[in-house]
T-cell receptor, first 114, second 113 residues
Framework: EAGVTQSPTHLIKTRGQQATLRCSPISGHTSVYWYQQALGLGLQFLLWYDEGEERNRGNFPPRFSGRQFPNYSSELNVNALELEDSALYLC?????????????FGDGTRLSIL | AQSVTQPDIHITVSEGASLELRCNYSYGATPYLFWYVQSPGQGLQLLLKYFSGDTLVQGIKGFEAEFKRSQSSFNLRKPSVHWSDAAEYFCAVGNSGNTPLVFGKGTRLSVIA
């Protein structure tokens, strides 16, 4: 069974640009979560999608947005990139749309802002 | 609101020694509890989970954790650490509602010969 896949592995952008990160969940999983892992800050919850709807959102500005497609894959968009957006962005999926389900993680997209 | 505290930022143990990583949570009802491990440059891998029942749960790679309601703790243990266990370990708490998992800030484990 294929795990959670994320693309690209690395992404280099400059300030003010826009970035799109993609995630394919484990087959059969309907929930997708996005996290930001900046150096020394642990995992910060960004967004949670389930069955195509946004279920919950973390404390991030509106320039962080995303969507979930009918096949349950998801993309995270970050507009007007700032230096502080440099981080590892992790996607996770789970089989049910409730908060207590174990999440399965991809290996992340390393976003570097120059 | 749920919260997780991992009091130890960094722990160093000798190979073959026992290990205990601490995790304390805050949640009003019975929580769902998880331990994850992250190797450098990789995502998080689920080690074990507790939902209900037996308070001592076994996980992968020889890890176990014990849920102690009276202490609001869910400490991770391993009787004999291997060099390959060096990684970052995250404790997380969840519930059955619409709130996502809450992760602790992690404990970095170093293993020395």
């Amino acid at each position: 069974e294929a795990g959670v896949t994320q693309s690209p592995t690395h992404l280099i952008k400059t300030r003010g640009q826009q970035a799109t990160l993609r995630c394919s969940p484990i087959s059969g999983h309907t929930s997708v979560y996005w996290y930001q892992q900046a150096l020394g800050l642990g995992l910060q919850f960004l967004l949670w999608y389930d069955e195509g709807e946004e279920r919950n959102r973390g404390n991030f500005p509106p320039r962080f947005s995303g969507r979930q497609f009918p096949n349950y894959s998801s993309e995270l968009n970050v507009n007007a990139l700032e230096l502080e957006d440099s981080a590892l962005y992790l996607c996770a999926s789970s089989s049910l749309g409730t908060g207590g389900q174990p999440q399965h993680f991809g290996d992340g997209t390393r976003l570097s802002i120059l | 609101a749920q919260s997780v505290t991992q009091p130890d930022i960094h722990i160093t143990v000798s190979e073959g020694a026992s290990l205990e990583l601490r995790c304390n949570y805050s949640y009003g009802a019975t929580p769902y509890l998880f331990w994850y491990v992250q190797s450098p440059g990789q995502g998080l891998q689920l080690l074990l989970k507790y939902f209900s029942g037996d308070t001592l749960v076994q996980g992968i790679k020889g890890f176990e954790a014990e849920f102690k309601r009276s202490q609001s703790s869910f400490n991770l243990r391993k009787p004999s650490v291997h060099w390959s266990d060096a990684a970052e370990y995250f404790c997380a708490v969840g519930n059955s509602g619409n709130t996502p998992l809450v992760f602790g800030k992690g404990t970095r484990l170093s293993v020395i010969a």
